[in-house]
Nanobody, 115 residues
């Protein structure tokens, strides 16, 4: 069974930075696509950034130029570096591993940006 776990959330002031990390167990990590999603209260979960098994990143327009996704297939981690954070970035952030049509989700980590 694949397990996915996020870490690195917290409280930061407007304009600050945080780095989220996602660790996944199992040997499929290197062949799966990784994604960071977020869900704010009263809103639907949305894709923030993704990175394919080949290392190609994609970003939501709202975070382009501020967030950077990366992955390390040896350590089986996928990180999200978040700079210039805004109050509207406040949400629970989730990591997802997608492999062969099956999605594995973490429990989420809270990010709160004060104004």
């Amino acid at each position: 069974q694949v397990q996915v776990e996020e870490s690195g959330g917290g409280f930061v002031q407007n304009g600050g930075s945080l780095r989220l990390s996602c660790a996944a167990s199992g040997t499929i990590f290197g062949r799966g696509d990784m994604g960071w999603y977020r869900q704010a209260p009263g809103k639907e979960r949305e894709l923030v950034a993704g990175i394919s098994s080949g290392g190609n990143p994609i970003y939501a327009d709202s975070v382009k130029g501020r967030f950077t996704i990366s992955r390390n297939n040896v350590r089986r981690t996928a990180d999200l570096q978040m700079n210039s954070l805004k109050p509207e970035d406040t949400a629970v952030y989730y990591c997802r591993l997608l492999y062969a049509g099956t999605a594995f989700w973490g429990q989420g980590t809270q990010v709160t940006v004060s104004s």
